[in-house]
């Protein structure tokens, strides 16, 4: 695949669930982001992976947020006991040096869309 | 205070014609790059262009140009002849750090651009 791809696309979800969302980087990029985007707002960053390791997770919210990369590709980002304010779209990026000048521009998934009710 | 700051929620242009997009930012990091990505309705982000706080020469791909005007932390996206695909929120969007290295992305709040006949 030439993408980023993220699975679910829609996940609907009753309060107290966990929910568990999955990131397919770009075959190759090392580094792996995760940004949730409120209704009407840009992305906010959750945290980062580059390869398995977790170098920044300053982003999540709360202690009911956990992300995983344990082969250094695939991503799950895990929300135990969803609440209303989780509702959001949830983004995955991945990003390598490029040819031109490194600028480690990251490349997006379509995201999933959480609904928590 | 905000890093990165988009004054126009909505802009409209017709079809043909250019449209800037404005962008403040807001750092003391002497090393940062700047971004914009744009987002259709299918909410993926599509990265358009990249510039380098080194970088000497305003950055230019196809039909979109960055007016980089560093003392006024300003980094305006240009596209110029509007086509009716070009209707999308667009992000400007910026790293801190040194840029040969992969770091989160702190976005605006974004522009929504429509393009008119």
């Known amino acids: 695949g030439a993408g980023v791809s993220q699975s679910p696309r829609y996940k609907v979800a009753k309060r107290g669930q966990d929910v568990a969302l999955r990131c397919d980087p770009i075959?190759?990029?090392?580094?792996l982001f995760w940004y949730q985007q409120a209704l009407g707002q840009g992305p906010e960053f959750l945290t980062y992976f580059q390869n398995e390791a977790q170098l920044d997770k300053s982003g999540l919210p709360s202690d009911r947020f956990f992300a995983e990369r344990p082969e250094g590709s695939v991503s799950t980002l895990k929300i135990q006991r969803t609440q209303q304010e989780d509702s959001a779209v949830y983004l995955c990026a991945s990003s390598h040096p490029t040819s031109r000048g490194g600028n480690y521009e990251q490349y997006f998934g379509p995201g999933t869309r959480l609904t928590v009710t | 205070a905000q890093k990165i700051t988009q004054t126009q929620p909505g802009m409209f242009v017709q079809e043909k014609e250019a449209v800037t997009l404005d962008c403040t930012y807001d750092t003391s990091d002497p090393s940062y790059g700047l971004f914009w990505y744009k987002q259709p309705s299918s909410g993926e982000m599509i990265f358009l262009i990249y510039?380098?706080?080194?970088?000497?020469q305003n950055a230019t791909e196809g039909r979109y140009s960055l007016n980089f005007q560093k003392a006024r932390k300003s980094a305006n996206l240009v596209i110029s002849a509007s086509q009716l695909g070009d209707s999308a929120m667009y992000f400007c969007?910026?790293?801190?750090?040194?840029?040969?290295?992969?770091?989160?992305?702190?976005f605006g709040t974004g522009t929504r651009l429509q393009v008119t006949l």
């Open positions: 075959s190759g990029h090392v580094s």
């Open positions: 510039q380098g706080s080194y970088d000497q």
């Open positions: 969007a910026m790293r801190e750090g040194h840029t040969g290295t992969a770091s989160k992305l702190t």
